[in-house]
């Protein structure tokens, strides 16, 4: 795996204050400008939502200037912008719901829960876990539980289909998506795996065009989350999990492994097994169907792609500049607020607004990679490059099924979304960050401490 040597880095915390006072602009302003084109805006609840959003800010700073004073300071303030302007699009199409359709929905205060509470798990992740290499004791511990975490959704009577995907669990009344917990533990797994068999992996093999490729005997762990993958998509009816799940292991086994044989061969198997879904599987080929003749009239009429085709309309309507936070029709979309709420950004706030929001989303995955080859122990390169690689995987799922780029999947667009479940989820990753960053940022004497 990729070393460094070691450079002095910066380890004060005044950046991070800067740029959260940044976010928090960034956050209150996207606020108002919902709240004043639906003619709601009220200076006291604007005041509060900007007081909770700064107490926010201010205790995550200092909890961090506590126990993780050299984390990467860049982490929380560009986690926050996305999360703000999502809250902040999640609003604006609850107004549009009451206006256009006269249906009610509290999306945006439900999402706000969820924020805080995403905010104050990441904090606890980092009070809790002081040094992340103990996460290495629970290497297949985490592997059972992610596993199962995945099939839940199988179990009858847990299990709800939700358009057609069965990848929701019932508790209490509530629908939870257990995968977005399972992608994190998954990664733990993984991790522990790598590191103690990665010198198997990555040297033995047979040559082949200049590539050396696994052995047969050495192909088990691929075999079985290739396996694991196309159950995902058969039977849960999730094209987008199977993906994230078996990308994730590929990302890591080559940063394991620094073998690109090992990427090919499990591209290879991923892409047969796709295409052997599609012939056999009326459900997935309806889905490859809607990707690549979405346009055609019948399949338009048939509802197949309508949503597709509408949330591609929404963004060419929004151009460059977009329509103005609060002036599009992002209820004409289906599922505005969560599967497509990429859709309702590119409306109103046009493809500058956007790119904005995938560049923020480029520097949160370069400062995980960048994590990943600073922290000194195998483990921690292992975790922090698996979260980044999980990251970067997701955003462009999500981006490239809602501009026709792959298959349209029913991942969540990480922190930006409507859903619990991936947001409390997605701030567990960030405090994981913050944890290995601390120790990737300090010096050898201060870690061995």
């Excluded at 009451?98 to 945006?108: H, I």
Aim: net charge positive.
């Amino acid at each position: 795996m990729a070393t460094v040597s070691e450079l002095q880095v910066r380890t004060g915390r005044r950046p991070e204050l800067v740029l959260m006072g940044l976010s928090w602009t960034i956050i209150v302003l996207a606020r108002a400008l919902v709240d004043y084109h639906a003619d709601y805006l009220e200076l006291v609840p604007l005041g509060i939502y900007a007081g909770v959003a700064a107490a926010l800010m201010l205790g995550c700073h200092l909890l961090l200037r506590r126990y993780a004073p050299s984390a990467d300071p860049v982490i929380i303030p560009a986690v926050l912008a996305i999360n703000g302007v999502g809250l902040a699009m999640i609003r604006r199409v609850d107004f549009a719901y009451a206006q256009y359709r006269g249906r009610e929905t509290d999306f945006g205060d439900a999402q706000l829960g969820w924020t805080v509470a995403g905010v104050l798990l990441a904090m606890t992740v980092v009070f809790v876990i002081r040094d992340h290499r103990l996460l290495r004791r629970f290497t297949y511990t985490a592997g059972v539980v992610g596993l199962v975490l995945y099939l839940l959704p199988l179990v009858p009577g847990l299990g709800v289909t939700i358009n057609g995907a069965r990848i929701w669990i019932d508790v209490f009344g509530r629908s939870l998506q257990p995968g977005e917990f399972a992608k994190i533990a998954m990664v733990v797994f993984f991790a522990g795996y790598l590191v103690t068999n990665r010198d198997t992996l990555a040297l033995a093999g047979p040559r082949f065009l200049g590539l050396r490729f696994p052995r047969p005997r050495d192909m088990g762990p691929l075999l079985l989350v290739w396996v694991a993958a196309l159950m995902l998509m058969v039977y849960q009816r999730d094209l987008g999990a199977s993906l994230l799940f078996f990308g994730i292991f590929l990302g890591m086994l080559y940063v394991a492994t620094q073998r690109i044989s090992w990427v090919v061969t499990g591209v290879a198997m991923f892409g047969a097994g796709a295409v052997l879904a599609g012939t056999v599987f009326p459900h997935v080929r309806a889905r490859y169907d809607a990707w690549l003749n979405a346009l055609d009239p019948e399949l338009y009429s048939s509802g197949t792609s309508e949503q597709l085709v509408r949330g591609l309309f929404g963004m060419a309507s929004g151009g460059l500049f977009g329509t103005g936070l609060g002036e599009g029709r992002p209820d004409l979309v289906p599922y505005a607020e969560s599967d497509f709420i990429i859709a309702s950004i590119g409306e109103e706030m046009g493809l500058t607004g956007l790119m904005a929001i995938l560049s923020l989303y480029l520097i949160l995955v370069q400062r995980a990679f960048r994590t990943s080859i600073g922290v000194r122990d195998g483990f921690g390169k292992l975790v922090a490059g698996g979260l980044g690689f999980a990251l970067a995987l997701q955003v462009f799922i999500v981006v490239g099924g809602v501009t026709r780029v792959i298959p349209l999947t029913g991942l969540t667009t990480p922190w930006l979304a409507y859903g619990g479940s991936s947001m409390l989820a997605n701030w567990i990753v960030v405090g994981l960050l913050l944890r290995i960053s601390d120790q990737a940022r300090r010096s050898a004497a201060e870690v061995t401490e």
